[in-house]
């Protein structure tokens, strides 16, 4: 390599750091803790700032979003596991729940208040983990012969 190729090469590596750097700078770290709970994950955040994830009471797994209203549970009806994975800008949510503590999992979206399940036809296990503005949910199941596929 030449000298004028390795000063462009470097010359990239800096802007890139730079560019790096000055968007970091710009960002706010927020810490999101659930009161009472051992442990707190937050997985997704739409435009407006609104925060879904998981937190953990005992031996309950629990959804969570918070937005500029407040802190909301996120519990799938009869289910002790629930996630919240990802929320789009219109605030619908999809997540997955379990009825046990491990799997099979089901998925859901949860659309003004309305939880509905999520399944992929024939699947074994299925688990939500993205929907765009448009409702598309995107995410993995497992078959019956425990092949995963997305």
């Known amino acids: 390599m ?3 190729h390795r000063l462009r090469a470097a010359s990239v590596i800096l802007l890139g750091l730079f560019v790096i750097s000055a968007a970091a700078s710009r960002q706010t770290l927020t810490t999101v803790a659930v009161p009472g ?3 707190t ?8 700032g609104d925060i879904v994830g998981i937190y953990i009471v005992g031996t309950r797994f629990r959804g969570f979003e918070l937005s500029k209203d ?19 800008p219109q605030g619908d949510v999809v997540g997955w729940y ?15 208040g309305t939880y509905s399940p999520v399944d992929f036809p024939g699947a074994v296990s299925t688990q939500p983990f993205g929907i765009n503005a448009r ?3 995107v995410g ?3 078959n019956a012969d425990n092949l995963f596929h997305g």
């Open 2 to 4: 030449s000298a004028v």
């Open 70 to 88: 407040g802190l909301f549970e996120i519990d799938y009806p009869g289910a002790p596991v629930t996630a919240a994975v990802k929320i789009n």
């Open 41 to 48: 994950r937050a997985f997704g955040i739409n435009p407006a």
């Open 140 to 142: 993995t199941y497992q």
């Open 135 to 137: 409702g598309e949910i």
């Open 98 to 112: 379990s009825y046990t503590s491990a799997a099979p999992f089901h998925g859901f979206l949860l659309h003004d």
């Open 37 to 39: 709970a051992t442990h």
